[in-house]
Structure formats: structure tokens, C-alpha cells
């Protein structure tokens, strides 16, 4: 069965320092990766997908993400955050023809 | 382009009552979706509608829990009775096809539900 591991529940971060949000994924068949964000009182919106292709993907708000087959990884990156960045982020998986299982969500923070 | 709209935004009630929530996709989405999302926990699929026809319900608790999409547009999903474990938020998503690889889900901003 796939889960998906978001390691750390929560992200302090100050304004304009870079921030790395960490998921793992465990899969016996390929899989599709994706990266939602959930600001307070709303639903989620997508960040990112990684399907095939590059492992370096680009996505809304300056977020990135590198898919790491051998590491099992997907982790979010945004070099430099904003005060509107607060919010839950959440990494999904999809193996084909699945339903999206979701991490546990991070929830990032980021201070003045 | 009018998002996903759910209501009621908020809703308790005491064990053993009933409740319903409603779902409005995205104009000219045929699929459907229900999740839930317990407090601190990653939302988890309940049931997902192709047009008015259930694709996949396999983590749907059946025994109290019932959704249906009749005209294939708007949906209800019903808790019968409601017990403590049931609080969380109810989220509804829709997409375009049901293509993993293509189709975007857009969510609605969810209904949180208190059981007390």
C-alpha cells in the first residue's frame, strides 16, 4: 500500500529566509506527486505535480520541488517566504489509477 | 470561474443526531469527491462520483455514512447517526474527467463538523 511521510508537523520560519518542507513516499509501482496548500478557513489548492519528466518541478508562489526516486523524497522548497506563506502544507502520492493519499500536512509559520 | 461551494460552513450536534452536507462542484466537472479530514491528519477519500455513478466508496463507512449525486451535478453526504469520532472537516472536490494523470482536483473550503 502507498503512504506518503511528511516529517516535521510544524515550520517556524522568518520572513524572507528560505524554507524546505520534507515528504517521503513509499510505493512498490510508480507513482505521481503532488503538493497542496491549505490557507485558514479554505480549501486546498494545488502547489505542484510532478507526473514524469523533469524531477525538478516549478510551481505557483515560488515553490519548487525535486522528485528523488532512490530517496523515496519530494520535498518543497521556497528560497525566500512572506508573511502570506502562513499556512498547512500538505504532499500527496497517486500510484496509477489510485486514489491521492495524503501526508499529515506541515504546518509552516512564518514569523517577521 | 465559481470555485467548489459547500455548505453549511459549520455545523454541531450531539451524538446519535443526524446531519447533512452539501457540495457544488465546478460547473462542468463530472467528478466528484468527499473527504475527510480529522484534525492534524492529511484529508482521506470517502467516496468519489463519475457523473451520478460511485467510482470508488471502499473507505466509506457504510453503516452510518451515505452520499449520493442524482442528477450528477450536486451532492449530499449524510452522517446517520453521528458519533464523537466524526468531528472533522468534510471537504468536497471536483474535477474535469477522472484522468490521475491530468485532471486537477479543486477543493471547496470545507464543512467542520463537531460532534458533542
Known amino acids: 500500500a502507498q503512504s506518503v511521510t511528511q516529517l516535521d508537523s510544524q515550520v517556524p520560519v522568518f520572513e524572507e529566509a528560505p524554507v524546505e518542507l520534507r515528504c517521503n513516499y513509499s510505493s512498490s509501482v510508480s507513482v505521481y506527486l503532488f503538493w497542496y496548500v491549505q490557507y485558514p478557513n479554505q480549501g486546498l489548492q494545488l502547489l505542484l505535480k510532478y507526473l514524469s519528466g523533469s524531477t525538478l518541478v516549478k510551481g505557483i508562489n515560488g515553490f519548487e520541488a525535486e522528485f528523488n526516486k532512490s530517496q523515496t523524497s519530494f520535498h518543497l522548497r521556497k528560497p525566500s517566504v512572506h508573511i502570506s506563506d502562513t499556512a498547512e502544507y500538505f504532499c500527496?502520492?497517486?500510484?496509477?489509477?489510485?486514489?491521492?493519499?495524503f501526508g499529515g500536512g506541515t504546518r509552516v509559520l512564518v514569523k517577521p | 470561474e465559481a470555485g467548489v461551494a459547500q455548505s453549511p460552513r459549520y455545523k454541531i450536534i450531539e451524538k446519535r443526531q443526524s446531519v447533512a452536507f452539501w457540495c457544488n462542484p465546478i460547473s462542468g466537472h463530472a467528478t466528484l469527491y468527499w473527504y475527510q479530514q480529522i484534525l492534524g491528519q492529511g484529508p482521506k477519500l470517502l467516496i468519489q462520483f463519475q457523473n451520478n455513478g460511485v467510482v470508488d466508496d471502499s473507505q466509506l463507512p457504510k453503516d452510518r455514512f451515505s452520499a449520493e449525486r442524482l442528477k450528477g451535478v450536486d451532492s449530499t453526504l449524510k452522517i446517520q447517526p453521528a458519533k464523537l469520532e466524526d468531528s472533522a472537516v468534510y471537504l468536497c472536490a471536483s474535477s474535469l474527467g477522472s484522468s490521475w494523470r491530468t485532471d486537477t482536483q479543486y477543493f471547496g473550503p470545507g464543512t467542520r463538523l463537531t460532534v458533542l
Open positions: 500527496a502520492g497517486q500510484a496509477a489509477g489510485n486514489k491521492l493519499t
